[in-house]
């Protein structure tokens, strides 16, 4: 989705801003009962946080204002 909005979208920094808010205030549990479901959810927040890294360098300006 990231890439959507800065390659798809470079124009469009109020979309980003708002995808990254959503990114930020996403909320998963993470349940240690099962192993493979805890690791995919680690895994998730390694690629949101990259994610959120691709934005934030995109729309630096749009964001600081």
Do not use: G, H
Not at 13 to 32: H, M, S
Not at 38 to 53: F, G, N, V
């Amino acid at each position: 989705m990231s890439t959507f909005s800065t390659k798809a979208l470079p124009d469009r920094p109020d979309f980003a801003l708002r995808f990254l808010e959503y990114i930020l205030q996403l909320d998963l549990p993470d349940n240690d009962a099962f192993p493979l479901y805890s690791e995919a959810l680690k895994d998730l927040e390694r690629i949101c946080s990259l994610e959120m890294q691709k934005l934030a360098m995109m729309f630096a300006d749009d964001f600081m204002v």
